[in-house]
C-alpha cells in the first residue's frame, strides 16, 4: 500500500481521498481553507447531480457570439475587457472545442460514463459519512417558454438521447401538478428522471472530510507549492509549511491546479469560470423539484437555507474581486420562475456567493497519471459538472494508484491532448 497525498480538499479531493482509504492506503489531504468553505466550488454550485449535463458550454457559433459577451453585462456569460489578452489563449480554445456538432457529440460521449450514476454513487458516499440525508434522487425539471424554445435547443437534446439520457415531456397542465410554485409562462417542460441533487454541498462534503478524518487520513491545513522528485520518483509534496512525504500525489485543486500540474511536466490549459449563487431565505415557496429555467441558464434548488439560485459564466481572474452586480441578476431572474418570491425581500435573508469553476476549454477533466512523473495524478478541470463527478472521479483516480484497468477510456481527459 502507498502513503498518498491529495491535494485539495473539495468534493473531488475528498473523494478521491475516500476512495484510496477504502484501497488500504494512507492519505494525507492537503487543504489550506476550511472543509466545505465558501472558497471552493464545491460549496456554492447549483446542488445538483446531474449524468444529463454531458453538453459542453462551448457550441456551433460561439465566436460569433464573444462580442455581445464583452457588451452585454447583464447576460448569462460576460467577459471582462480587462482580462481579455490574458484570456485569449484559453478562449480560442474553447471556442474551438465544440465548433461543430460532431465535437459536441464527442465531448458528451466522453462525459457519459463520469457522470452516469453520480446520484447513486454520491448516496453511497454520503451513507457511509453519515449524512445519506442530503443526497435527492427526484429527477430535474427543465422548464421552457414554448416548444419552440425547445426546439431551439434541438441538437443538445438529440445528443443527451443518443447517450442514453431519458426523459418525460410534461405540458402546461402536468407541468403545473408538478411544480406549482413555477410561473405559468414556462408551458413545456422535461424531467431528466435519472438526475439529483445534493441538498447542502458545504456541508456534504465537510461530513466527508470528517468520516476521512474518522478513518485515518492526516489533514494537513497547507498550501501545497510543488513536488520532490529523486530520480523521476515522488519524493513528497511541497507546501508553505514544510513537505509531505508520500509515493503518490493527487492534484484535486480545482481552479487553483494548473501550476501544480506544470511541476508535474503538464502544460495544462485551465480558466476559471466564475459562477455566483443566491441565497434567498424563508422564500415563501416550496419547490418540490430543482428546476432548470431554459432563459435563465441557471440553477433553481431547495437548501437547508432556502432557495438557492446558481449560475452565470464571468470570465475574469482567479483574484478580480466578485462582481454582485451577477448575483442579483440571478436574483431578479429567480423572480420571473417563481412569481411568489418576495418583491423585495430583506438583506439578512439573501446572501451571495461568487466562486470558480475550474474549467478547461472542452469541458472535460484532466483526469490520468502526469506525463513528467507516473507517480502524480490529475484529477481537476472538472468545469460545470465537478460535483457529479466527483464520485466516478474518486473511483478512477484509486483505481490509477493502484494500476488497476480503467472502467472506461481515459484517452480524452488525457492532460497531453492540451499539446500544440
Ligand atoms: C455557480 C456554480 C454552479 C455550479 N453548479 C454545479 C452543479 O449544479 N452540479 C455540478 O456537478 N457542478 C456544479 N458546479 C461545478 C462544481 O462546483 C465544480 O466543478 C466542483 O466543485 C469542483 O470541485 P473541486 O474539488 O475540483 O474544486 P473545489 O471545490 O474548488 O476545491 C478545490 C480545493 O482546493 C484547495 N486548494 C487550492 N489550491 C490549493 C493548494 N495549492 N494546495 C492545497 N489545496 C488547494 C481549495 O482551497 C479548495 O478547497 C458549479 C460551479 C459554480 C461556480
Excluded at 465566436?63 to 475587457?81: A, E, F, S
Excluded at 416548444?147 to 439520457?165: C, K
Excluded at 431528466?192 to 478524518?213: K, M, S
Excluded at 483526469?367 to 512523473?373: I, V
Amino acid at each position: 500500500m502507498s502513503r498518498v497525498a491529495v491535494i485539495g480538499g473539495g468534493s473531488v479531493g475528498l473523494a478521491c481521498t475516500l476512495e484510496l482509504l477504502r484501497d488500504g492506503h494512507s492519505v494525507s489531504l492537503i487543504e489550506p481553507g476550511p472543509f466545505g468553505g465558501s472558497q471552493a466550488a464545491s460549496h456554492g454550485n447549483g446542488t445538483l447531480l446531474n449524468p444529463s449535463s454531458v453538453i459542453p458550454v462551448s457550441c456551433p457559433g460561439l465566436w460569433r457570439k464573444i462580442p455581445g459577451y464583452l457588451m452585454n453585462r447583464d447576460g448569462p456569460l460576460t467577459i471582462r475587457w480587462s482580462y481579455l489578452p490574458a484570456l485569449l489563449p484559453w478562449l480560442s480554445r474553447f471556442a474551438a472545442a465544440g465548433a461543430t456538432p460532431a465535437k459536441v457529440a464527442a465531448i458528451a460521449r466522453a462525459l457519459r460514463p463520469l457522470l452516469a450514476d453520480a446520484p447513486a454513487l454520491h448516496l453511497a458516499l454520503a451513507q457511509d459519512a453519515g449524512v445519506g440525508d442530503l443526497i435527492d434522487r427526484q429527477g430535474v425539471l427543465f422548464v421552457f417558454p414554448s416548444r419552440t424554445a425547445f426546439a431551439a435547443e434541438a441538437l443538445s437534446w438529440r445528443v443527451r438521447h443518443d447517450n442514453g439520457i431519458r426523459w418525460l415531456e410534461l405540458d402546461a397542465d402536468e407541468l403545473r401538478q408538478r411544480e406549482p410554485s413555477l410561473n405559468p409562462r414556462y408551458t413545456f417542460g422535461l424531467l431528466a428522471t435519472e438526475n439529483g441533487q445534493c441538498r447542502d454541498p458545504g456541508a456534504y462534503v465537510a461530513a466527508l472530510a470528517r468520516h476521512a478524518a474518522a478513518l485515518g487520513a492526516t489533514i494537513v491545513p497547507n498550501r501545497a507549492t510543488g513536488f520532490r522528485m529523486r530520480s523521476g520518483r515522488l519524493q513528497a509534496v511541497t507546501t508553505q509549511n514544510g513537505d509531505v512525504a508520500c509515493d503518490k500525489a493527487v492534484i484535486a485543486a480545482g481552479a487553483w491546479s494548473e501550476p501544480l500540474a506544470a511541476a508535474a511536466g503538464d502544460r495544462v490549459w485551465l480558466q476559471t469560470e466564475r459562477g455566483y449563487h443566491v441565497t434567498i431565505a424563508d422564500p415563501g415557496i416550496e419547490p418540490r423539484y430543482p428546476a432548470i429555467p431554459s432563459d435563465g441558464k441557471m440553477a433553481c434548488a431547495m437548501t437547508p437555507a432556502g432557495l438557492r439560485v446558481a449560475g452565470q459564466v464571468e470570465l475574469a481572474g482567479l483574484d478580480d474581486p466578485p462582481d454582485w452586480r451577477r448575483a442579483d441578476a440571478l436574483l431578479a431572474f429567480a423572480r420571473t420562475v417563481y412569481p411568489g418570491l418576495p418583491a423585495d425581500p430583506p438583506p439578512e435573508r439573501v446572501t451571495r456567493w461568487m466562486g470558480h469553476r475550474p474549467s478547461t476549454p472542452d469541458g472535460l477533466p484532466v483526469l490520468g497519471l502526469a506525463s513528467g512523473c507516473p507517480d502524480v495524478v490529475h484529477a481537476f478541470g472538472h468545469g460545470h459538472v465537478g460535483l457529479t463527478a466527483a464520485a466516478m472521479t474518486g473511483k478512477i483516480v484509486a483505481g490509477l494508484v493502484a494500476a488497476r484497468p480503467a472502467p472506461f477510456v481515459l484517452t480524452p481527459y488525457a492532460a497531453t491532448r492540451f499539446r500544440p
